[in-house]
């Protein structure tokens, strides 16, 4: 099939018509037109809660939506009638089993005379499979859990293109590049570009602006729930996208925070090329006092940078130095000893024993210091968390409810008061505001900026870019697993941190590190 | 200031529901204490002139010795996060290991005693060090310890028991005296409890153990040495099961082959079975008590009842099942 010129106009696939959606009375999805043609990529962009996930969502036919319609190929859209295909963002693939059991999970095996799975056949189907999207490098039996992340996707590239041969129209990428490294991701653009020759039409969703445009033929752009534009790529800008995408023109910073007098301060905490698992020589220096923003995509080596400074990696090369001196850190309880707190990005993986009291939560990073004349005294551990119920407005104000039982801005409001009682001298916060209502983000912000009053240095890793805008004093930029930009003072706002998170827009940074 | 999702879950309560389901809840941690209680009540009505007699409860106290010991030394690794299967197996061998050292080699017996409990601290050492060097599972890598000790069993005792030459006279004095009319191994029992209980539940240990079951990454990132603390939790296990084989040496004054290994279900039922009472979804030493009473009080009961033979197992199991699921009616929360 040859490529299909915009000139012409290309058949229809997917038509998408006045669709709204609701979840417990909250409309999330508000009158969408969307469409895609055979042989075209067309690009779906929103920030978070702009819409994305719930119109995949509807698409899948995971949710049902309460007006519009959507018809595929002419055809009304059926939940699970394979009409559509899909690239799920975490891929969706199960490590334990081959390449070629999970692609014939969702498509079928070929199988024999008593429903018997014939393994040849099987593995012909799918390395020829492999090899039309140009990766005879997979070998069709090798475990999903053996292959590098590069290879994942393109196995649930693959068996969407399975889907498409076996009757889909459409496939759906919901960020493919997610955990690609940069040049891998040339690769991929290959395999998706020789199946959009095919004529087959895609939804492309991405947060990066310079992928979009070198990959997509048309944007949509998402913003509250709402379709905010549809346009041609060649009559976009990747500033007016992202004006688009924010909701509002690009504005001067706002005036905030007390200017800091850190000229003068020696650094509490510095890095020197520190390297780590997806960390390449990052140099960066905390000062007593600041706060800082690290803001970065995802994959780009933020929470690994953290967990380095907290000891919870070992680093490969490079050196970590507190008030100047080279330290090493085996464990996060020595970065403990030496002031540093972390506040996870993930409470419940690693942040918190859910099934246990708030008053043990709170007590858990030195329960040492209950422990007089043989016994763990209970009633100062009580006594404790209630102080810190009163002091961060922790509802209810019961010390010995379980954990679990709490909401997001309340756990995170513990967990927050945990490491305040540190005092310490550098406390990083990976998304301190994930799950967490607007009131508790205000509070927790709140005692961010009351610490670094008291000469804490605060590391904040954050996608909410109008919050850095309010609370930083610098923002500094990471990209595959580097520090690529630095943003100082009126530079701060959030248009100019979207644009360098996202890579694009040299910004000439305040100050050379 | 109410969170949104209380506020949806009052409203969706009937206003005159709402005590009742309080109370119930809130009595949900005492539901096996409870079931305990019925039980015992049941039986001496049923079995007025048997059942609820001094004789009828030493046979509950001194059966209940060793499957008790058995169950708090599993329920240790257990806090923290691991199983470790090998344990009545390593009863065994410590009973056997002792008896033999006092038989064959004619050991005294505070030294027999002594080499053995160190031998059952170091297989808990070991398989403490294969878990948490390694980071292999450690229920398989235990059951397959446990294979090994039922070979070392096999050659330790031929399959027969070993009596000649064991100071029976010291061992009887050790199993048979009733101080205040307790027997002596239910003496042990409350005393081994409560030393586990302390440790678990009043030192910086225990509860660093008991942050490592609930989530082993957050113990780690609020600074615990969770790979040091565990080894020490299998140590700790290794030994209980020693204590539980040196009792079990004292009653039977022989070295038995066949006590133990049968002990593994049991044990490992009651061990979980303790985080369905007074701390909800923790195992605790308090909990584990009541189980093992619960089951104990009902074999003896149903013997006593006059039921027939293989009636225990099919009570014991309903048992359990009825204690769990009783619970989870009364929480609330999940």
């Given at each position: 099939m040859t490529t299909i010129s915009h000139a012409v106009p290309a058949t229809t696939l997917l038509e998408v018509q006045n669709l709204s959606k609701s979840l417990v009375g909250v409309q999330i999805l508000k009158d969408i037109n969307f469409s895609v043609r055979s042989g075209e990529v067309h690009a779906l962009m929103g920030g978070n809660g702009a819409g994305k996930s719930t119109l995949i969502k509807c698409l899948s036919g995971y949710w049902s939506f309460e007006a519009g319609s959507v018809t595929v190929g002419g055809q009304p859209l059926e939940p699970n009638a394979g009409q559509i295909a899909f690239v799920q963002q975490d891929l969706g693939l199960v490590p334990s089993l081959s390449v070629s059991e999970n692609i014939s999970l969702s498509n079928?095996?070929?199988?024999?005379?008593?429903?018997?799975?014939?393994?040849?056949?099987?593995?012909?189907?799918?390395?020829?499979?492999?090899?039309?999207?140009?990766?005879?490098?997979?070998?069709?039996?090798?475990k999903i859990r053996d292959l590098n992340p590069v290879q994942r996707t393109i196995v649930a590239v693959a068996r969407a293109a399975q889907s498409l041969r076996q009757g889909a129209k459409v496939l759906v990428l919901d960020e493919p590049t997610a955990s690609l490294p940069v040049d891998e991701i040339d690769r991929l653009f290959g395999t998706l570009n020789r199946l959009r020759e095919t004529g087959v039409g895609m939804i492309y969703v991405s947060h990066h602006l310079s992928e979009v445009f070198e990959?997509?033929?048309?944007?949509?752009?998402?913003?509250?729930?709402?379709?905010?534009?549809?346009?041609?790529?060649?009559?976009?800008?990747?500033?007016?996208?992202?004006e688009q995408m924010l909701g509002q023109k690009v504005q001067k910073a706002k005036t905030k925070k007390d200017a800091l007098r850190l000229v003068e301060t020696q650094p509490v905490l510095s890095t020197k090329k520190l390297c780590g698992s997806r960390i390449q020589d990052v140099d960066l220096d905390l000062h007593p006092g600041e706060i800082v923003g690290l803001v970065g995509l995802q994959g780009a080596g933020c929470t690994e940078l953290a967990e380095l400074l907290f000891g919870a990696q070992i680093p490969s090369a490079g050196e970590i130095a507190l008030n100047g001196k080279p330290i090493a850190f085996q464990h996060p309880a020595d970065a403990m000893r030496a002031g540093i707190g972390l506040i996870t990005e993930d409470r419940h993986v690693n942040g918190s024993f859910l099934e246990h009291d708030l008053s043990e939560n709170m007590a858990a990073s030195d329960i040492r210091r209950f422990f007089k004349a043989g016994w763990l005294s209970k009633k100062a551990e009580v006594a404790e968390a209630s102080d810190h119920i009163e002091r961060f407005g922790i509802v209810p104000q019961e010390a010995d409810r379980k954990f679990a039982a709490f909401s997001g801005g309340n756990q995170q409001k513990a967990i927050l008061a945990k490491w305040v009682r540190m005092a310490p001298k550098v406390l990083i916060c990976d998304q301190p505001d994930i799950g967490v209502d607007i009131g508790a983000k205000q509070a927790i912000y709140q005692s961010l900026q009351e610490e670094?009053?008291?000469?804490?240095?605060?590391?904040?890793?954050s996608n909410q870019y109008d919050d850095l805008e309010a609370l930083c004093h610098r923002v500094v930029v990471m990209q595959g697993g580097r520090l690529v930009n630095e943003l100082t003072g009126e530079n701060i706002n959030e248009h100019n941190i979207s644009v360098a998170a996202l890579g694009g827009g040299a910004i000439v940074s305040g100050a050379a590190s | 200031m109410t969170s949104a999702n209380e506020t949806l879950n009052d409203l969706s309560l009937k206003t005159s529901e709402i005590p009742r389901k309080k109370?119930?809840?809130?009595?949900?941690?005492?539901?096996?204490?409870?079931l305990l209680a019925a039980e015992i009540l049941m039986f001496s009505l049923?079995?007025?002139?048997?059942?609820?007699?001094?004789?009828?409860?030493?046979?509950?106290a001194n059966s209940s010795a060793i499957l008790g010991l058995i169950t708090l030394a599993l329920l240790v690794p257990l806090i923290a996060g691991e199983i470790d299967a090998s344990l009545p197996a390593v009863l065994t061998v410590t009973s056997l290991t002792a008896a033999s050292l006092m038989s064959h080699y004619s050991w005294a017996l505070v030294p027999a005693v002594g080499a053995s409990l160190t031998l059952a601290t170091l297989i808990g050492l070991i398989n403490g060090f294969l878990v948490v060097r390694f980071k292999v599972p450690s229920l398989i890598t235990t059951l397959g310890t446990f294979t090994i000790l039922i070979a070392v069993i096999t050659g330790l005792a031929s399959g027969r028991v070993i009596e000649d030459g064991l100071p029976a006279d010291t061992l009887a004095m050790l199993s048979e005296p009733k101080p205040l009319g307790l027997p002596l191994p239910l003496i042990y029992l409350a005393v081994t409890a409560f030393v586990v209980w302390y440790i678990t539940e009043q030192t910086p240990v225990g509860r660093h153990w008991k942050a490592i079951g609930s989530s082993e990454p957050s113990a780690r990132m609020v600074g615990i040495k969770t790979g040091r603390l565990q080894l020490m939790a299998f140590a700790f296990g290794g030994f209980l099961a020693g204590i539980a084989g040196t009792v079990q040496l004292f009653r039977a004054q022989l070295g038995s082959p066949?006590?133990?290994?049968?002990?593994?279900?049991?044990?490992?039922?009651?061990?979980?079975?303790?985080?369905?009472?007074?701390?909800?979804g923790v195992y605790n030493v308090r909990g584990a008590i009541v189980a093992i009473a619960l089951v104990q009080f009902g074999i003896t009961g149903l013997i006593l009842t006059g039921a027939p033979y293989w009636s225990d197992q099919i009570f014991t199991g309903c048992t359990l099942i009825a204690a769990l699921v009783v619970v989870r009616l009364m929480r609330s929360d999940r």
């Open positions: 079928g095996f070929e199988t024999g005379l008593f429903q018997n799975i014939k393994w040849k056949e099987q593995a012909d189907v799918v390395g020829a499979l492999l090899s039309d999207l140009g990766h005879s490098d997979i070998h069709p039996e090798s990959l997509s033929d048309r944007i949509s752009v998402l913003r509250g729930g709402g379709l905010v534009s549809t346009q041609k790529v060649s009559d976009a800008t990747e500033d007016h996208i992202v670094a009053a008291k000469g804490a240095s605060i590391l904040i890793i | 109370r119930l809840t809130q009595m949900a941690p005492y539901g096996m204490v409870i049923l079995a007025p002139k048997t059942f609820p007699t001094t004789a009828s409860m030493n046979v509950v066949n006590v133990g290994p049968d002990l593994l279900f049991p044990g490992l039922t009651a061990a979980f079975l303790s985080a369905a009472a007074f701390k909800l």
